[in-house]
């Protein structure tokens, strides 16, 4: 059996998010001969327009078609397949008192509805491994805990006939993965091989205002995949994202040599799991290969 024949799905909320979480890991997979799929959930169609360079009203009157088109080239870029959901991008509410969501929106659609489109598309590319966010969302934009609580719902709902039985024929996923990027650890280890060199860190203040009962995500990791060599690809994807990512940013402000020298790697929590494995793990498809080849 080829590479060609294992299948990764990375579910996100929004256009954007499969380039900045995870991009440099889908994109090793897909060099290796792997087929991976990025679900897109909402078009964010309510996301802000982050890039100075392209604030301008023709832009904003035509935000959607726009991060469609963005999506594309990433998506060629990182050379996943692509599909979208199909649902309206929430927005993220501001404000005290804390406004209602939009009717008809992606978090407040009910679950069956949007958990019934994700496991279609399951069905029918039949991965056998899923990455989405955790519990948290990786922050606490509605879209993204929504997006993690379909995300379970379906891996758990797919291989199973009794569940939308319309939806295709069952597939069970293997593995199921939460992604995590943000840590101190990591922000540490930048900073300290910055500062090194004697270049300026971006993490200082981050640094100091850490809250230490907050702990670090890397206490969850199981999973961290060697994928430096892919880093160069991640950022010609967030920068196709040109609406969202300002190519002067903080984005781009640690060295792709420091980057690769220092943290190699992008981190994951193996959250539910059909196969043996031994953690930590070092390979998203650890013990799939032995139990789709018995």
């Known amino acids: 059996m080829g590479n060609e024949a294992l299948r990764l799905m990375a579910v996100h909320a ?10 440099a890991t889908m994109a090793r997979y897909t060099a290796d001969g792997y087929d991976v799929m990025v679900v897109t959930c909402t078009g964010g169609e309510r996301g802000s327009v982050l890039n100075p360079a392209m604030d301008r009203p ?6 959607r078609a726009i991060r469609r088109e963005e999506m594309a080239k ?9 599909r979208w959901l199909g649902f309206i991008d929430s927005g993220m509410p501001e404000g005290e008192p804390m406004p209602m969501l939009p009717d008809g929106c992606f978090a407040m659609l009910p679950m069956e509805t949007s958990t019934e489109a994700l496991v279609q598309v399951m069905r029918e590319f039949r991965p056998h491994v899923v990455v989405t966010y955790d519990e948290t969302g990786g922050y606490p934009h509605p879209d993204h805990v929504r997006c993690h609580e379909v995300s379970v719902a379906a891996f758990d709902a797919s291989g199973d006939p009794e569940s939308f039985p319309e939806a295709g024929e069952p597939w069970q996923p293997l593995k199921l993965y939460y992604s995590h990027g943000f840590s101190r ?17 971006p993490y200082s203040e981050w640094l100091d205002k850490w809250d230490p009962d907050r702990g670090d995500i890397m206490e969850r990791v199981t999973t961290r995949v060697d ?13 196709a994202h040109a609406t969202q990512i300002d190519p002067t940013s903080r984005w781009f402000a640690v060295p792709l040599d420091v980057q690769q020298k220092t943290w190699p790697t992008e ?3 193996l959250a539910r799991s059909l196969v043996d494995t031994t953690l930590p793990e070092d390979d998203l498809f650890a013990g799939v290969w032995e139990k789709v080849s018995d």
């Open 14 to 23: 929004h256009p954007d998010d499969e380039s900045s979480k995870g991009a």
């Open 58 to 63: 023709e832009v904003v009157s035509n935000i």
């Open 74 to 82: 990433a998506a060629e870029i990182l050379g996943v397949s692509h």
């Open 185 to 201: 650890s990591r922000m540490q280890a930048f900073h300290d091989e910055l500062l090194a060199r004697g270049l300026d860190s």
């Open 227 to 239: 994928c430096g060599d892919y880093f160069e690809v991640r950022d010609a994807a967030l920068k």
């Open 267 to 269: 981190d994951y929590e």
